[in-house]
């Protein structure tokens, strides 16, 4: 039988879900294999060294470097204060005497005879991980992190802004197909992961910052609207730090584009459950997409039968194709033409011909369509 | 240098070798490419190729590897790979091959911060180094950059690059400020951007005298090699020794910590090379043998890459985040869609487009389909390559800091700063590669992409590579140079034809060169300012052209003056560009339209 490769978004009922969560440097691990955690629960911990802040005390104090260490009345390990004297010169008869003051509080790690540059280390800063997933501790990687697994409802989306965030479940549309407005938003959506429909407005995200909403999942989004939120216009795909006050996840793409029945019927079904999110994508080597993480020990919806091997583009797989002027349609594979076809274009590619679900069946490349992954 | 030495490899005869394996190893493709001696002659005879394995759940770059060398074997009818997944060596009548080598680009390639003491001088040379070893370079690092010793040391904290190269200082010259620069990198503790098991590489290659003094800074806490000064004197750089150590580095941590690659290696009979490094080392070769100056580009999905060499001396640029699809909206946020929708004849929604660009960056591999889509893609594609060729005139001078003497004709000419040593108008080859160039539906798309982005002056000949193999003849240089060329010339690249532009501006419709052909084109006229005209030469076939420019049009022999010269065809033929230099398009949109409708036209550039 004809078949491809494409890669797909993940939309599953049910699955057997892995998350490794790492330290970006070595430090201490705080659980042990087998141990039941929950999602938001600090599981590793380390300090990153604290700022560095050079201070050129010879240039300061106006002496040669190699000078320097009479004039100084500190040592390399001692603790400095703000507006501490650091190092003194005598000057002319006792007269014009100048001295040089620490601008920040930490502690002296350096001290250079060459430049005279002093290097004052601030306060180690603490970096925390948390186990993202509740579910049980299957691995230690030690002074790294752990391996947390649960079984869970997993729900990739295509783009996302904003990084971690934790929340109940909210559906505020009733159709896939209803744009996600500030009408929509209620004041009791503190803390919540928001389930729209199609598009969501600039309005309503404005709104749901002040609402305190943890996380806003929809179709689509303009990128009028992206661009004034986030106040630039985002240059390459690789997001995740943005500091709007909440993550937006996008299952769909730019425009007007519903979400897919598939992903809202599922979402619904977990109405008020708890859920980790992550915006974080990255669209380069190494693929990350954002995602929508609802642990279960059960699935609450049949899986879709799936005899297929991930990835592989066959006759009856259920696709969304991606690239106008069929874009967003969603179908099924109807025939894997061997031969590659002759696009309006006059670029020859590998096509696909796919039975859209509005009866329609229309050819486009094989590049142009997403395999949705149950 | 100091540290660890690569791994040596064998010494090859070249004589000996009678079936070449090469195989790229991109982020997203390998390719693999078999080069074969035929009646005495090296000839590419076949390719193949298979997704890159370095991402889960392979995780083992060298699968990637034997699926796409077993693609070109069956292909070839030549077992490449046995049945234990080893690659077959040496070659006999009809199995294996005599040498295996590679490059790589897998993992977004070689990414590295420099730093040196003045960011015009050793700054700049330091950047040079990285970039003609292959690098990304993600920031430069230097006592005049403006930024406040904490933010510097700040911005070092942010970047994760896979290693560092410090220089600063001429030898016998000031020790302090290099001093300084190492006093910054190394309270910053930088990691390396593949985890922190290992200390980061970084090379020193500053002033010698300095050398101990900078060692000291940095203790036991980096991997320190240190190599000759790249800027030995103001008026020499020697980026040699800086950038065979960035090689060894790039081999002994970058790739050994990426997955398989200490296997592929291992398997390889010379050492690998970051693609980019060995697209600069084809090119140099090239342009040294025929004695011509050379520009390459290589458009990709995430970043641009222009190489150039000018009276021998190479440079290289990367526009990190001008590419067709992951950057595509990068582009179009530093072009201006106004820039863009120059080169589109027809009336486009802009917030549609807007949101059409934002939904190829996240769906990156998807392709036009449509006749309007493609043209926007081009359309795209032409800012892109015009302001990475902008990036890259500006970064390829001459040394700074190297007193000059001036003439009163420079005094005249109101001279300043650094020129440029790329000059359009001594241009002999101008070179595409990358997925909008190479994949055009015409020949002749690819061809107006160059010409309206690049803007060569006087005569310039165009051409393409094939199927992208000039990486893998990059490394096949090092140890066979005569293959790499003959393999190169006959069919790496394939020859679009000849651009034949005026330098200088007019008004539409005036006189702006007489033209007279001979040979493989017979005709004689005169080009009015605006126009463009074409007539087919083919491959292989030559003319003679007699140009006669108007006052204040040069094409090649000065302002006016008469010019003869002999043209080469190509699948495209001849273009007489006469629409001027700095090309100009008109301001009003419906006019702007119109014009680039005729030019299509006149072009045949679309159905």
């Given at each position: 039988m004809a078949q491809g490769y494409t890669p797909g978004l993940k939309v599953t009922p049910w699955t057997h879900w892995r998350c490794r969560r790492v330290l970006p440097i070595p430090g201490e691990v705080r659980v042990a294999a087998g141990a039941k955690v929950q999602a938001?629960?600090?599981i590793a911990e380390t300090a990153m060294p604290g700022d560095a802040t050079p201070v050129n005390v010879a240039k300061l104090l106006g002496v040669p470097a190699g000078e320097l260490a009479k004039h100084l009345l500190i040592k390399v390990g001692d603790t400095v204060t703000v507006g501490q004297v650091v190092a003194q010169s005598k000057g002319l008869f006792g007269l014009f005497s100048s001295e040089v003051k620490s601008p920040v509080a930490g502690t002296v790690e350096s001290i250079s005879t060459v430049t005279g540059m002093m290097i004052v280390r601030g306060e180690p800063l603490r970096v925390q991980v948390r186990a993202?997933?509740?579910?049980?501790?299957?691995e230690v990687l030690p002074r790294e992190g752990a391996v947390i697994e649960a079984g869970a409802a997993v729900i990739q989306g295509i783009f996302g802004i904003g990084g971690e965030a934790y929340g109940v479940i909210h559906p505020?549309?009733?159709?896939?197909?209803?744009d996600l407005n500030?009408?929509?938003?209620?004041?009791?959506?503190?803390g919540k992961i928001v389930i729209g429909g199609q598009r969501v407005t600039q309005g309503a995200i404005r709104k749901a910052q002040q609402l305190g909403v943890a996380a806003v999942v929809t179709g689509g989004i303009d990128d009028q609207d992206l661009r004034e939120i986030l106040?630039?216009?985002?240059?390459?795909?690789?997001?995740?730090?943005?500091?709007?006050?909440l993550t937006i996840i996008i299952?769909?793409?730019?425009?007007?584009i519903a979400m897919a029945h598939r992903t809202f019927d599922l979402l619904r079904r977990h109405v008020g459950q708890r859920a980790s999110v992550n915006g974080t994508t990255q669209i380069r080597a190494g693929v990350l997409r954002p995602e929508i993480l609802i642990p279960c020990e059960t699935p609450l919806m049949k899986p879709?039968?799936?005899?297929?091997?991930?990835?592989q583009l066959v006759v009856g797989a259920p696709v969304r194709v991606?690239?106008?002027?069929?874009?967003g349609s969603l179908g099924t594979v109807a025939t894997l033409p061997s031969e590659p076809a002759l696009l309006a274009s006059e670029s020859k590619a590998r096509v696909v011909t796919v039975k859209l679900s509005r009866g329609e069946t229309v050819t486009v490349p094989r590049a142009n369509v997403e395999l949705i992954e149950g | 240098m100091t540290g660890v030495p690569a791994t040596p490899k064998k010494p090859i005869?070249?004589?000996?070798?009678?079936v070449i394996l090469a195989t790229d190893c991109g982020s997203t493709t390998t390719k693999a490419i078999l080069i074969e001696k035929v009646g005495g002659g090296y000839r590419q005879t076949y390719r193949g190729e298979a997704p890159t394995t370095?991402?889960?759940?392979?995780?083992?770059?060298t699968i990637g590897v034997i699926n796409a060398a077993t693609e070109v074997g069956e292909l070839a009818g030549?077992?490449?790979?046995?049945e234990n997944g080893v690659l077959v060596r040496p070659s006999n009548d009809r199995d294996g091959c005599d040498i295996y080598i590679s490059t790589s680009s897998a993992g977004g390639g070689l990414q590295m911060l420099v730093a040196g003491v003045v960011r015009e001088m050793t700054g700049a040379s330091a950047q040079r180094a990285a970039l003609g070893a292959g690098a990304i370079v993600m920031d430069v690092l230097a006592s005049?950059?403006?930024?406040k010793p904490h933010e510097q040391i700040q911005r070092i904290r942010d970047l994760r690059p896979d290693m560092i190269l410090v220089s600063g200082g001429?030898?016998?010259?000031?020790t302090s400020h290099v001093v300084q620069i190492a006093e910054l990198i190394a309270p910053a503790k930088p990691q390396p951007?593949?985890?922190?098991q290992y200390r980061m590489p970084v090379i020193y290659a500053g002033n010698k005298d300095a050398a101990h003094l900078v060692a000291d800074v940095f203790k036991n806490q980096v991997e320190l090699s240190i190599v000759d000064?790249?800027?030995?004197?103001?008026?020499?750089?020697?980026?040699g020794p800086a950038r065979d150590a960035i090689h060894d580095l790039f081999l002994e941590h970058v790739m050994a910590h990426a997955p398989g690659y200490e296997k592929l290696m291992a398997w390889a009979d010379a050492p690998i090379m970051p693609t980019p490094g060995a697209v600069g080392e084809i090119l140099q070769t090239i342009a040294k043998q025929d004695n011509i100056n050379v520009v390459g580009v290589d458009i990709g999905g995430a970043t641009t890459d222009v190489f150039s060499v000018f009276d021998g001396a190479f440079n290289r640029t990367v526009s990190?985040?001008?590419?067709?699809?992951?950057s595509i909206s990068n582009v179009c946020a530093e072009a201006t869609l106004p820039k863009i929708l120059r080169w589109v004849p027809f009336d486009c929604d802009e917030r549609e487009l807007r949101n059409r660009v934002k939904n190829k960056m996240i769906r990156p591999t998807t392709i036009p389909q449509t006749l309007d889509a493609l043209m926007f893609e081009q359309a795209v594609s032409r800012e892109a390559l015009r302001l990475a060729y902008v990036q890259h005139r500006q970064f390829a001078?001459?040394?700074?800091g190297v007193q000059k003497q001036r003439t009163v004709g420079d005094a005249f000419a109101q001279q300043t700063g650094d020129a440029s040593l790329i000059d359009n108008m001594r241009l002999d080859l101008l070179v595409a590669s990358g997925g909008v160039l190479s994949h055009a539906p015409r020949m002749v798309q690819t061809a107006m992409m160059l010409i309206d982005a690049f803007?060569?002056?006087g005569i310039t000949r165009l051409a393409k590579d094939s199927i992208f193999m000039m990486p893998h003849l990059g490394v096949l240089a090092q140890v066979h140079p005569r293959a790499a060329m003959e393999v190169f010339q006959r069919d790496c690249l394939i020859y679009l034809g000849t651009c034949i532009a005026p330098k200088g501006t007019g008004k539409p419709g005036q006189p702006c060169c007489k033209y007279q052909f001979t040979g493989g084109i017979q005709t004689q006229g005169e080009a009015k300012f605006g126009e463009l005209l074409h007539w087919p030469l083919g491959v292989g076939e030559t003319a003679t052209v007699v140009l006669e420019p108007s006052?204040?049009?040069?094409?090649?022999?000065?302002?006016?003056k008469r010019h003869e010269a002999t043209i080469h065809g190509g699948t495209v033929g001849v273009i007489f560009d006469?629409?001027?230099?700095?090309l100009t398009l008109p301001d009003n949109r419906q006019a702007c339209q119109q014009q680039v409708q005729q030019w299509n036209k006149v072009v045949e550039m679309y159905p």
């Open positions: 938001e629960e600090v993202y997933l509740t579910g049980t501790v299957t505020v549309c009733s159709a896939p197909d209803q500030e009408d929509r938003l209620t004041d009791d959506l503190r106040g630039y216009d985002l240059g390459v795909a690789i997001t995740g730090h943005e500091n709007i006050g299952t769909e793409g730019f425009g007007d879709h039968e799936q005899t297929r091997e991930e990835g991606i690239r106008e002027p069929e874009f | 005869d070249p004589e000996s070798l009678n370095v991402e889960e759940p392979a995780a083992d770059v030549r077992k490449l790979v046995d005049n950059d403006k930024r001429t030898d016998g010259g000031t951007r593949f985890g922190g000064n790249l800027r030995p004197t103001m008026e020499r750089e020697n980026l990190a985040n001008l590419g067709m699809s992951y001078v001459g040394l700074s803007e060569p002056e006052r204040g049009f040069d094409v090649g022999s000065g302002p006016g006469a629409r001027g230099r700095a």
